[in-house]
């Protein structure tokens, strides 16, 4: 139990900060963070040729964007570039733990999410003069969301031989599995049909940003976080956790 | 052909007791849908305070032997013991005593060197002073360049000075020269030198016969995931040597050579040689370590 506690301490007090901090500073200096700054910046310049109806549609569109496929490929991106370095090779032979390099992995895509969550409200704001009343709803709705799509990002990027193939496995999930969560932010879904759909992450997620702009029954919010909690247990534990071993291999093997 | 030795006496000496850091017993890993083992039954103790040799040529299995040393690669067959303990059973505490040096260059290509030190300081417990390590391998002027920009050598010294950033108690260095140049590589060799001084104990993979020869109290020669034999770089030149003493003489009109073994200079024909005619030079032959890898393992270090 002590070993534990000191495990616990180890890792909460000192590596898994750094870790995250790490990650966050590669994030900069290899310049995903201005791509990721850019890509949204474009997206906010779009709004102003939006009314503020069509705001309440295009904002969550945003916001789901930003905490699903853009994490994944940063995420993606940033192992790429570890093994590609052999930089995992020193980090497995330190003192952190799968455990703590998988969670530092989704704690620095949850925390890019929210800062990007800032970063859009804020210009829509200074922008558009729109603001949010029930933004408080918003941050553990992306916490959750980005948690997902960054263990997503990890099991997909697992098995890529390049980061070509890492592109590829990302557009398939765009195209079977997170459009149509787009569609049901701009109503292309109908309402009858939803309920059907909510079991494709994306569209869970689209749901429970949405609530935040317009009404959405509140059932389906609340389903929307059991569920991606849910999937976040059972695709670290079955998924990405065992299929870290293997990758260590390949990724170290001779 | 397996033999294997004890730990030598530098080593106990060093370190009064003794006592083990690894005991390996009949170690056998095979690459997930791999056709050939890469280690196949490979036995051998890493004492306390001695830079243990592991020498054979691309693919013989001393890379995979450290990797599972080192806990990266974990299906294998048969026993290890750090200090005492099954491998498999040790937590995460391992990896504050050891340190490990890779051959290829590992670092974060788009941070200064002194940033990438920084992070990976912050994984351990007990750190070292970074700037005299850095100054001691020439790097502490180039420590706010980034390291895409660095040399292969420098990535290398770079290397070397990460894997000593948590003061280890053992060194895993594999192929620790490689890319250096005469001048560093003296001083990375002094710097392991001075570790084991220090108590260290290290394991170095290499295939260059040379540093193996100077650095190692102990070798093993491994080949095709088997070790043929292990014992220190003195006792194999001496069992597998052939010592030769080779005479260059003026003859009438030309210079001729003769070779004679060790043994033979204290017959009438060596002495008359030297009696009779003009010595041009005299030179005693030794074995290296190379030529006795070649008649122990029946290859090639490059091949």
């Known amino acids: 139990m002590s070993s534990f506690t000191s495990w616990v301490n180890a890792s909460m007090g000192r590596r898994l900060p750094a870790l995250v901090v790490g990650d966050w500073q590669r994030f900069r200096r290899y310049h995903l963070l201005a791509a990721n700054l850019l890509l949204l910046t474009v997206w906010v310049l779009a709004t102003l040729a939006l009314t503020n109806d069509q705001l ?16 994944m490929g940063l995420i993606g991106t940033a192992i790429f570039y570890e093994k590609q370095e052999h930089t ?12 703590e390099y998988l969670c530092a992995k989704a704690l620095t895509a949850m925390l890019n999410s929210l800062v990007n969550l800032v970063f859009i409200t804020a210009a829509i704001w200074l922008l558009k003069g729109a603001t949010l009343s029930r933004w408080v ?7 959750v969301v980005a948690g997902l799509h960054a263990l997503v990002g990890i099991a997909l990027t697992y098995g890529a031989k390049d980061f070509t ?20 932010l701009f109503g292309l879904i109908p309402d009858t049909v939803v309920p059907y759909l909510l079991v494709l992450p994306p569209v869970s997620a689209a749901r429970m940003l949405a609530a935040a702009f317009s009404p959405v029954p509140s059932w389906q919010v609340a389903f929307g976080y059991a569920y991606l909690l849910l999937l976040c247990a059972v695709l670290y534990a079955g998924v990405v956790k065992p299929g870290f071993h293997r990758y260590v291999v390949r990724a170290v093997g001779v | 052909m397996s033999e294997t030795t004890e730990p030598n006496a530098r080593a106990v000496r060093a370190n009064g007791a003794g006592s083990l850091v690894f005991r390996v017993d009949g170690l056998r ?12 039954g490979v036995s051998f103790d890493l ?24 806990g990266l690669l974990r299906d294998y067959q048969g026993r290890i013991e750090y200090r005492g303990h099954d491998l498999r059973g040790l937590g995460r ?5 050891i340190g490990v040096d890779f051959e290829v260059p590992v670092a974060f290509s788009k941070l200064t060197a002194l940033e990438n030190l920084s992070f990976f300081t912050k994984l351990y417990r007990h750190t070292a002073d970074v700037e005299p390590l850095l100054r001691q391998v020439g790097l502490w002027p180039d420590k706010d360049t980034k390291v895409g920009e660095y040399s292969k050598g420098m990535k290398v010294r770079l290397n070397f000075v990460r894997a000593l950033l948590n003061r280890p108690t053992t060194l895993f260095l594999d192929e620790p020269t490689s890319g250096l140049d005469p001048v560093n590589s003296r001083i990375v060799k002094d710097m392991i030198a001075d570790y084991r001084s220090d108590g260290g104990t290290v394991f170095l993979t290499s295939h260059i016969m040379s540093d193996i020869d100077e650095l190692c109290d102990r070798v093993a020669f491994i080949s095709r995931g088997r070790i043929a034999v292990i014992d220190t770089p003195h006792n194999l030149k001496l069992r597998y040597g052939k010592r030769t003493v080779t005479v260059e003489y003026a003859d009438s ?3 001729e050579v003769e070779t004679f073994p060790m043994e033979a200079i204290r017959t009438p024909e060596f002495h008359r040689l030297l009696d009779t005619t003009d010595i041009v030079s005299i030179h005693s032959g030794e074995t290296t370590l190379e030529d006795v890898f070649i008649h122990v393992v029946g290859e090639r270090l490059d091949g």
């Open chain 2, 47 to 70: 004492a306390d305070g001695e830079i243990f040799g592991f020498l054979g040529p691309s693919g013989a299995g001393k890379s995979t032997t450290q990797k599972i040393l080192i």
């Open chain 2, 93 to 97: 505490d391992f990896y504050e005593e």
């Open chain 1, 165 to 184: 193939a890492v592109m590829l496995r990302s557009i398939v999930y765009m195209f079977v599995i997170w459009f149509p969560g787009v569609f049901t």
């Open chain 2, 29 to 40: 890993y095979r690459y997930p849908h791999a056709n050939d083992v890469a280690v196949d």
């Open chain 1, 137 to 143: 709803d918003l941050p553990p709705a992306i916490i």
């Open chain 2, 253 to 255: 009109t030309e210079t």
């Open chain 1, 88 to 99: 995992i090779d020193a980090i497995l032979t330190s003192p952190v733990g799968p455990d």
């Open chain 1, 56 to 71: 309440r549609q295009f904002i969550p569109f945003v916001l789901l964007m930003d905490s699903t496929v853009m994490n």
